[in-house]
């Protein structure tokens, strides 16, 4: 069982709708979360940076953790087609060095 | 603000060759981490390196091997290459100095190796 679990999707969704992009983890550890965004070829963009349990927002983005649950996840609210991308989270313990990432979920916003 | 830099673009290399992929940190930074990622895949950790050192180690045999230079720039080796070495080669940077509880890791473009 992977450490960090991820839908693949893909998930395609009408311009303007909310979307929801889910983890799960196993490790108990994890103590810092964070949500990517990769375009095709390109390297991921560091999106959302959360710390424990709890929600944090930023312009249409809101990223929940629910430590209890090893539960996270990203909503993105009224998407527009260039939210086209993969989204990757990943998560790690305090005074680590490595991300533990998710397998990424393809997100398609259609016009 | 130069992000962070890596080159080459793409490599093409064949089995048993050994490469170099290198790696400028965004600017203020002083520390670089290296991840595979492989088609469809999550990046993995392979090593960091602080102070010119290998801090953490992934799950990564010893044909990878990396350096970091005074200038905070570092290096990515790959030695007796296979086929399922062929990936994304993605470069991280971050700030150790500036305090916090962990790093904050910020993503080049990558180098995308094809191993025939």
């Known amino acids: 069982q992977k450490e960090v679990e991820q839908d693949p999707g893909p998930l395609s969704v009408p311009e303007g709708a909310i979307v929801s992009l889910n983890c799960t983890y196993s490790?108990?550890?994890?103590?810092?979360f964070m949500w990517y965004r990769q375009y095709s070829r390109k390297g991921p963009e560091l999106l959302m940076y959360?710390?424990?349990?709890g929600n944090k927002e930023d312009g249409r983005f809101t990223a929940q953790v629910d430590k209890s649950s090893k539960y996270i996840s990203l909503f993105i609210r009224d998407s527009q087609p260039s939210d086209s991308a993969t989204y990757l989270c990943?998560?790690?313990?305090?005074?680590?060095?490595?991300?533990?990432f998710g397998s990424g979920t393809r997100l398609q916003v259609q016009p | 603000d130069a992000g962070v830099t890596q080159s080459p673009t793409h490599l093409i290399k064949t089995r048993g060759q050994q490469v170099t992929l290198r790696c400028s940190p965004k600017?203020?930074?002083?520390?670089v981490s290296w991840y595979q990622q492989a088609l469809g895949q999550g990046p993995q950790f392979i090593f960091q390196?602080?102070?010119?050192?290998?801090?953490q180690r992934g799950n990564f045999p010893d044909r990878f091997s990396g350096h970091q230079f005074p200038n905070y720039s570092s290096e990515l080796n790959v030695n007796a290459l296979l086929l399922g070495d062929s990936a994304l080669y993605l470069c991280?940077?971050?700030?150790?100095?500036?305090?916090?509880?962990?790093?904050?890791?910020?993503f080049g473009p990558g180098t995308r190796l094809t191993v025939l």
């Open positions: 959360t710390y424990s349990s």
């Open positions: 490790n108990s550890a994890f103590q810092y």
């Open positions: 991280a940077s971050s700030s150790r100095t500036s305090g916090g509880h962990t790093d904050t890791q910020y």
């Open positions: 390196y602080y102070e010119e050192e290998e801090r």
């Open positions: 600017s203020g930074h002083d520390t």
């Open positions: 990943a998560m790690i313990e305090t005074g680590r060095r490595a991300l533990t």
